[in-house]
């Protein structure tokens, strides 16, 4: 299996600042690497597929970026509604695994 | 609207069955893959198995191969999880999430989830 390492695992910041989560696969994955942003008592949401598009409705602020096994999510300025955790999980080889998560608090 | 919306978890005793369902809305369901992620109380995302479009195709994870069953109705627009032998370890609040596949690499990913169906495995 693909094994997804997330760091930091927590994370705190204020609201402005400029977050960056890194994601790394055990092996390649290429580009099959999505994000997605999950609020306490609520369902994971997509924010980026393929590594580095944005899914439809998300705020530009977020943005992905890598390919083989380091990727990055960026928060570009911190909001009120972005305090989560967020996960990263490659769909390149079955079965998809997800990293550990990475729990974003307010500083 | 797009919709997902779990049903059937519960209490169960261990050793026992459970059959999840999940009602698909406002999307052409027979087009999709469709696939259920768990998630223990406090921990992470797990994927569980995922289905073909026509459901010709069926993946799971090895520690529920054998116990585990996915299936999909596509004129009820529904997907469903059978349950066997259930232990304690498969205790959590299980996501039918659609699945998109797009682009000359086939991309794919989880882009419209439901609310979760909890169970619990218990004595």
């Known amino acids: 299996d693909t094994q997804m390492t997330q760091s930091p695992s927590s994370l705190s910041a204020s609201v402005g600042d400029r977050v960056t989560i890194t994601c790394q696969a055990s092996q390649s994955v290429s580009s099959h690497l999505n994000w997605y942003q999950q609020k306490l008592g609520k369902a994971p949401k997509l924010l980026i597929y393929a590594a580095s598009s944005l899914q439809s409705g998300v705020p530009s602020r977020f943005s992905g970026s890598g390919s083989g096994t380091d990727f990055t999510l960026t928060i570009s300025s911190l909001q009120p509604e972005d305090f989560a955790t967020y996960y990263c999980q490659q769909s390149y080889t079955t079965p998809v695994t997800f990293g550990q998560g990475t729990k974003l608090e307010i500083k | 609207e797009v919709q997902l919306v779990e049903s059937g978890g519960g209490l169960v005793q261990p050793g026992g069955s459970l059959r999840l369902s999940c009602a698909a809305s406002g999307f052409t369901f027979s087009s999709y893959w469709m696939t259920w992620v768990r998630q223990a109380p406090g921990k992470g995302l797990e994927w569980v198995a995922n289905i073909k479009r026509d459901g010709s195709e069926k993946y799971y994870m090895d520690s529920v191969k054998g116990r585990f069953t996915i299936s999909r109705d596509n004129v009820k627009n529904s997907l469903y999880l059978q349950m066997n032998s259930l232990s304690a370890e498969d205790s959590a609040l299980y996501y039918c999430?659609?699945?998109?596949?797009?682009?000359?690499?086939?991309?794919?990913?989880?882009?419209?989830w439901g609310t979760g169906a909890m169970v619990t495995v218990s004595s």
């Open positions: 999430a659609r699945v998109t596949v797009a682009g000359v690499f086939n991309y794919y990913y989880m882009d419209v």
